[in-house]
Each structure stands twice: as structure tokens, then as C-alpha cells.
């Protein structure tokens, strides 16, 4: 199977299982092109990628063994940063992919993974090489954002936490996509915590009024109940 027919099953088992939205979709078949204008990072292979505003180059991934680098990454991230169960977790960075099934395969069943790789050629890349039809075991919820749009990325987050009971956020950032771009990468890190809580804060404000309109509700009730009948 060639690297672009590859992409193309990659891309259409994501968009049949609901994973990825339109615009997304779009803007990975758009990094495939052979002259995209929105392209920054040149895929060198084997996970290295070149700045093609800086010349500079990053490895996202292990060439001997990806499997490994990635259960490293994720268990020092659990025991630095997962100190209370979240329901919700934004990944930054899709480098080779490992880190999301080792995340998966590590967390509680009912978990929704938000994975969010601004650069569409990179994540391209990696649909491009290997199979991402099982990225995720049963139980594990995944749902992929991949623009360098980041009103349109913040939007898809405040969709997928539509669906959520739980609000609360876990942040894994993959350490070479933070060495890539470092400001961007951060930058959308902090800009979902804000839509969280700002989805939080309409809840509770929600909340908050739905209990004084059934309080408000019940005393007319009572009153209605207690007044002097209108005679016919």
C-alpha cells in the first residue's frame, strides 16, 4: 500500500467512526498536497520534521523504538500530573501517535480524549506510514482537531464538551511537540483550560437559575393553592 493510499484508508476509517470533523478532514487532505501554501514543518521522515520558517529540525518520535519512548512519557506524566481521575484529556501533539494508545491503554474506560495537532502535515505524516484504524481500546472515547485555526480548534473543544458531565481537564502536552513550537502548543493548552472553565461557569450558572424558577415555581403553587377561589 502506497503512503498515499495509506492516508486515504487512515482518514476515511476516522471519518466513518465520527473521530474527526469536517474542516479537519479537510485541512489533512490540504497538507498532502504537493505545494500547500499553510504548510510549516517539511516531514523528513522517520519522525523528523524541518521548520520551514527556521530551518531548524525536531525528531517527534524514536526511530528504534517509538513504543517504549511513549510508555515512558505517559507513566512520568501520570505520576507528575494525574493526581485526581479526569474524565477529559487534552493531548497536544500527535507526533507518531504511540503516546495516544499508551494513554488510552493507562487511563479508565469512560476517558475522552481530546487530541489537537495544530499542523495538519504533521498528523498527516503519521496517517501516511502506519495504521490508525485502533489508535484507541473500547471504552476510551477519542475525538482528533487538526487546524492551525485556533478559533475553529476551541470551538470543536466546546462541542466535545457538550457531550461531558464532567468538566474537570488534564493537560498531556507530548514533550517533542513542545520543543517544535512551544508557543502555540501552550498557547492552545491554556486556551482550552479557559473554555472549560467558562463552560463550567455557565453551568453552574445555568444551574443556579433552573433552582430558583422550580423554588419560584413551587411557592406560586403554594400560593395559588392557599387564594381565594374566583367565582364563576
Not at 3 to 32: C, I, K
Not at 71 to 97: I, M
Not at 169 to 192: C, D, K, M, N, W
Request: glycine share 6%; hydrophobic share 40%.
Amino acid at each position: 500500500m502506497t503512503s498515499h493510499s495509506l492516508f486515504e484508508t487512515n482518514l476515511r476509517e476516522l471519518e466513518s467512526h465520527g473521530l474527526l470533523s469536517e474542516s479537519s478532514s479537510a485541512a489533512l487532505r490540504e497538507a498532502v498536497e504537493e505545494n500547500c501554501p499553510s504548510r510549516r514543518f517539511k516531514n523528513c521522515g522517520d519522525g523528523l520534521f524541518e521548520d520551514l520558517q527556521g530551518g531548524a529540525r525536531q525528531r517527534l518520535y524514536s526511530r528504534h523504538d517509538p513504543e517504549g519512548e511513549a510508555r515512558r512519557q505517559v507513566e512520568a506524566w501520570l505520576s507528575e500530573n494525574f493526581k485526581s481521575p479526569s474524565r477529559l484529556v487534552a493531548v497536544l501533539g500527535a507526533a507518531g501517535l504511540h503516546h495516544v494508545k499508551e494513554l488510552a491503554d493507562a487511563l479508565p474506560d469512560g476517558t475522552k480524549i481530546f487530541l489537537v495537532e495544530p499542523f495538519p502535515e504533521i498528523l498527516a505524516a503519521v496517517l501516511s506510514t502506519r495504521e490508525a484504524g485502533k489508535i484507541v481500546r473500547p471504552g476510551i472515547e477519542l475525538k482528533i482537531a487538526s487546524r492551525l485555526d485556533y478559533p475553529q480548534l476551541l470551538e470543536e473543544y466546546r462541542l466535545a464538551l457538550r457531550k461531558m458531565e464532567q468538566l474537570s481537564l488534564s493537560v498531556f502536552i507530548h514533550p517533542a511537540s513542545s520543543r517544535l513550537a512551544p508557543e502555540i502548543y501552550h498557547s492552545i493548552a491554556a486556551g482550552l483550560a479557559e473554555r472549560s472553565r467558562l463552560e463550567f461557569a455557565n453551568r453552574e450558572t445555568a444551574l443556579h437559575f433552573s433552582q430558583e424558577w422550580l423554588s419560584n415555581s413551587l411557592s406560586n403553587i403554594s400560593a395559588i393553592a392557599d387564594s381565594t377561589p374566583i367565582e364563576a
